[in-house]
């Protein structure tokens, strides 16, 4: 990537989720010291809490610039992080249990002030930093999976601790990494402000400012130019001007609709549906159909296909062929997953679900994966063609990230109940 700043918004990105994650990574943990469930709970409540705080971020960048909603969002993180392996040593379960969503849910109120903050940032420059900041959330994710994936290998170089002291180091990786990284994001925040200074101004601060700069050098063209077509052109701009508005409102209402619909289907299938899917070879030999190694197996692929998917999205190319109509048949055709999954795991018939194949389940984790990975950004990039002025770009930004948490949210609460009707099967 030859482009500094695409690489600047890649990390932004990056520090947006990498606690979101972090947190959930740690499954093993939260099953044993808590109970299984409460990782589903965890995640429900970060994507619930962070759909909140991308709610009360506008309100708040019309006070206060996107620098102090970053601020804020990272020193939420901070302060979370630190706090949260420390409610395990509560000796009563259920206040321990409790307790333990508050800095999730605090966790879960950052990751939205940064996303939306830093998309605000991304849609005033360029929309191809929206896109680079959903590459860097879906490179946190992978980072957060790698980690996870060394674990289970060096597993044994911990083999002289108890499994809970196991479960707790692991944990403790996870929370450190992460929060060196946030601190480290106070570095990058200073790269963003000095390669940005208007990311210091209120939203309607910077739109007078760029009216002003677009107005002078109007006069200056208009200085220069003949008569008649200063008329044609101010008419022509008026009309064009008065025509914009319409057009992006029902196009972004559709976008922003297939964006809570594209992120819908993905976590209702991803974890709860993806990490039930039996292992047909383990059946076959009369081993539990429910295997770790194959479900970390399926997990990363999951991970790295949704990865690559938002690498493709990147390439010239495969922005052209996706345009508006392009992308909204493409999250149509994604709802087709939705059954397949479910016949990938149910109904049992003798034990075995209807598709019983580990090389076709594989392989549908792998499509989803990539087919989500890339309509996020496309959306994103195509919602902000729609766009004209500062103030457009800011809502426009503001409503797909809205859609974008929504999605994930109400299909985390469903993805609870998928999960423990599975169980039962």
Not at 151 to 174: C, G, M, N, P, R
Request: aromatic share 16%.
């Amino acid at each position: 990537m030859g482009d500094k700043n695409y690489t600047l918004f890649v990390t932004l990105g990056f520090t947006a989720y990498i606690t979101f994650f972090a947190v959930l990574a740690s499954n093993d943990y939260w099953s044993y010291f808590y109970d299984i469930v409460f990782t589903s709970i965890s995640a429900a409540l970060l994507n619930t809490f962070e759909t909140i705080a991308v709610f009360l971020a506008n309100p708040i960048q019309k006070r206060k610039s996107p620098v102090f909603l970053i601020k804020l969002g990272l020193l939420i993180n901070i302060f979370s992080i630190v706090i949260l392996p420390s409610f395990i040593f509560i000796t009563n379960w259920t206040a321990r249990y409790i307790l333990s969503f508050i800095p999730i849910c605090l966790l879960g109120i950052a990751a939205g002030f940064l996303f939306t903050a830093f998309g605000s940032v991304a849609s005033r420059v360029d929309k191809k930093y929206n896109q680079a900041l959903s590459l860097g959330t879906g490179l946190s994710e992978v980072t957060v999976q790698i980690l996870k994936i060394i674990f289970a290998y060096t597993s044994t170089l911990l083999s002289d601790k108890s499994y809970e002291e196991q479960l707790f180091i692991q944990s403790l990786v996870y929370f450190i990494f992460a929060g060196i990284y946030v601190c480290c994001s106070f570095f990058i925040l200073q790269q963003l402000i000095k390669k940005y200074t208007f990311t210091t101004q209120t939203i309607d601060s910077h739109e007078l400012e760029t009216l002003e700069q677009s107005q002078s050098g109007t006069v200056s063209f208009v200085e220069h130019d003949d008569g008649g077509m200063i008329d044609s052109f101010l008419s022509s701009s008026a009309t064009s001007v008065e025509k914009i508005p319409q057009k992006l409102s029902s196009r972004s209402k559709i976008l922003a609709i297939f964006m809570f619909g594209n992120q819908f289907i993905t976590y209702l299938i991803f974890p709860a549906i993806t990490t039930a899917i039996p292992c047909i070879s383990n059946m076959n030999a009369q081993k539990p159909m429910i295997d770790p190694w194959y479900s970390l197996f399926i997990m990363s692929g999951f991970l790295f296909s949704d990865f690559f998917g938002r690498l493709v999205a990147k390439i010239r190319i495969v922005q052209n062929a996706l345009q508006f109509t392009q992308i909204i048949i493409f999250v149509c055709v994604r709802l087709l997953f939705i059954p397949l999954f479910f016949l990938i795991n149910l109904p049992r018939i003798n034990q075995y679900p209807v598709i019983h194949n580990d090389y076709i389940s594989v392989a549908l984790v792998i499509l989803f994966g990539f087919s989500g990975g890339l309509a996020l950004p496309l959306l994103f990039i195509r919602a902000q063609d729609l766009a004209v002025q500062v103030k457009e770009k800011h809502k426009i930004s503001n409503i797909m990230t809205a859609t974008f948490s929504s999605g994930c949210s109400i299909s985390g609460w469903i993805g609870i109940g998928v999960s423990y009707y599975l169980s039962l099967q």
